[in-house]
């Protein structure tokens, strides 16, 4: 599914509710910002970045980083394809490969998490205290 966005500021909350929705392996985060005369730029690309990278650790779905920030607009048109390579095919790669190594390790993750889980059950059910109580949860003697 492509999905445009007005800005590139809008990217991070597109890439957010698309990843909420669970439907989606990897999101692919694509756009273009230019540097101008005047402070906004840095201020953009920082939230931008702080939010693709947010959304990728809280939703667990990953966020594949393909939003060029350049100086100029040849330096632009170079990234995205000619001289310097194909930073959006870079990041679609990137995407493919995090969303892979995700379904790999899900499996043994889930094994694990169970075989732990078996163990508390059983050591609960043998009359054995899953943890100890806090110095703090002790009632004071009397």
């Not at 540097?35 to 809280?58: C, F, K, L, M, P």
């Not at 094994?111 to 050591?123: E, H, P």
């Amino acid at each position: 599914m492509l999905v445009r966005v007005p800005g590139s500021f809008e990217i991070p909350s597109a890439a957010r509710t698309l990843a909420e929705t669970k439907r989606y392996d990897a999101i692919i985060c694509l756009g273009c910002l230019l540097r101008g005369d005047t402070a906004h730029y840095d201020v953009i690309v920082n939230e931008v970045t702080r939010g693709i990278g947010q959304s990728a650790q809280e939703t667990g779905v990953p966020h594949a980083f393909g939003v060029l920030t350049c100086d100029t607009l040849e330096q632009a048109i170079d990234r995205a394809g000619l001289k310097m390579g194909n930073k959006g095919f870079e990041a679609a790669l990137a995407a493919v490969e995090m969303a892979n190594l995700k379904r790999a390790v899900s499996p043994q993750l889930s094994a694990v998490s169970k075989k732990g889980l078996r163990s508390q059950v059983s050591g609960m059910r043998k009359g054995k205290t899953a943890a100890a109580p806090s110095p703090r949860t002790r009632k004071p003697r009397s």
